[in-house]
């Protein structure tokens, strides 16, 4: 149940920030009634787009972490196909990738720390030591070689 | 033409075109061995709103590019697709350059 949710929406550039607010609210209430809750909000501003999308080329994005169910995300996602001043929006589940890449991460820590201790040295790096450099010059991905 | 073609063009260079014989006469290739970008700087996470991370491999006409050029290894080339499709539906990455 406790599944956690991205939600992204570019909104039309000629929505006023009001309205961008008022979209922000209503998808809060729809979470609230539903029995979610907005975790976390961040508007990226205004942005050009990569392609056009019908008359625009540019749209304010806006990113909402939200927790809830499946079928407030249907909710949601029902209502903002429905709002003509959202032209696009997504939806990813994201905790399972989250879940993955913290285990991942815990798991490669810990094995750089066993295997330092193992090698008679402190489990984190010492701030003077040098071995690895900066990841010497990084043109592994020249890409000149390409052909077209 | 710049000659990579035969079964080693798969561009892992580890070995040297040196001894190649009969095909190899004219150019002792040396391909700089391909190390997936991901694993070699160990980013776990290929988000579709690193469009920074993403760039490198939608290039000029925007098409994903493969992993025989990228060198870009199984796991994070799928995890790579995923990111860059969902990028793009958000207008964030271009599906054509005209």
């Known amino acids: ?148 | 033409m710049n000659g990579r073609k035969g079964s080693g063009a798969r561009g892992k260079a580890g070995a040297q075109g040196g001894q190649g014989g009969k095909d190899g006469q004219r150019r002792p290739m040396f391909r700089r061995r391909k190390v997936c970008k991901f694993c070699a700087d160990k980013i776990d996470d290929i988000n579709y709103k690193d469009t920074k991370l993403l760039m490198p491999f939608v290039p000029e006409r925007a098409k994903i590019l493969p992993r025989r050029i990228s060198g870009t290894c199984a796991m994070h080339q799928r995890k790579l697709r995923t990111a860059i499709m969902r990028a793009r539906q958000l207008a964030l990455i271009p599906y054509t350059a005209e």
């Open chain 1, 1 to 148: 149940m406790a599944r956690k949710y991205e939600l992204v929406y570019v909104v039309s550039p000629d929505a006023t920030d009001a309205q961008v607010s008022e979209l922000h609210t209503q998808v809060e209430q729809i979470a609230q009634r539903l029995g979610g809750s907005i975790e976390k909000t961040d508007n990226w501003g205004r942005r050009k787009l990569a392609y056009e999308i019908g008359p625009h080329k540019e749209g304010t994005y806006v990113l909402e972490t939200i927790d809830g169910g499946g079928e407030l995300m249907k909710e949601i996602d029902r209502r903002l196909k429905v709002s003509d001043l959202i032209i696009r929006h997504l939806i990813v589940r994201i905790d399972e990738e989250q879940a993955v890449i913290d285990r991942t991460r815990s798991r490669r820590t810990d094995t750089a720390r066993r295997r330092r201790v193992a090698r008679g040295l402190p489990p984190d790096r010492q701030p003077g030591e040098g071995q690895r450099s900066e990841m010497e010059d990084d043109d592994r991905f020249d890409m000149n070689e390409v052909e077209r």
